[in-house]
């Protein structure tokens, strides 16, 4: 069977010498793995529409056997170009497709399409100044979309409100802020306070970005990409959102 369906590229790979094997994001089958016949040939009819981040239709030719499918077609829609002139766009936007492929792959959702789609686009679009917080949003957002978004209003155990203007533990094993009590003997993160004003903002799509400084914007970086690891990836090794976060220490 074949189906048409909005997609996104989110990773090729080379097969053979003129093949290309290519994970896809779709709203109603998951993240698909299909071949890509003759991509590599210099006549192929995808031209050069197989590039990681690309939006369009793709006519995919379900395997009902395998989980490897085969792409027959992808009618380019979007071409995301400006984030391959920016490293911390580009690396931003590639750890958000490997968190796709980590948690969804068999999971259709449209909503983490959608997420994925428009946190894309909205890293591209975004001016120069702002890259590090739309990018941090970005993916708390897409991690809030994949059903581990944090707790940061109050304890995360026991549901105590927090003290204000107060340091807070955050735990990342357990999901959010930590009340004292429920903080002691933890591996916890101190978050002052206009460390967790600034990702309560992060964490609200309505409130206006923080100003990140470049120490703050790396200590954000460590803690989303710790956070990541333990809940979406399970503790496995995600190399891009360590690439990311690599470019939060570069920008110190």
Known sequence: MTVTTPAMILSTLRYGETSKIVRLATPGHGVLSAIA?????PRSRFGASLQVLSVGQAHVLLSR??????????????LPVRLAEDVARFSAATA??????AVSAAEPNASVFAALVEEVA???????????PVALRAL?????????APTVECCVIDARQLPAGAPVAFGAVEGGVLCDACAAGRDVARLPPEA??????LLDPAAPLPVLTPPHAAAHHRL??????????????LPALEF???QGKARR
């Not at 909205?122 to 590090?132: A, G, H, I, K, Q």
């Open 37 to 41: 016949k003759g991509a590599s040939r």
């Open 96 to 101: 958000m497709a490997e968190l796709v492929i």
């Open 140 to 148: 708390w957002r897409l991690i809030g979309v994949l059903g581990f």
């Open 224 to 237: 989303l990409a710790r956070y990541a690891r333990i809940h979406a990836a399970e503790g496995a090794r």
């Open 65 to 78: 056997r395998r989980d490897l499918h085969t792409l027959t077609g992808f009618e380019l829609a979007a």
């Open 244 to 246: 990311w976060e690599g």
């Open 122 to 132: 909205s890293l591209e679009r975004t001016p120069p100044s702002d890259v590090s």
């Open 196 to 201: 967790l004003a600034d990702l309560r903002r």
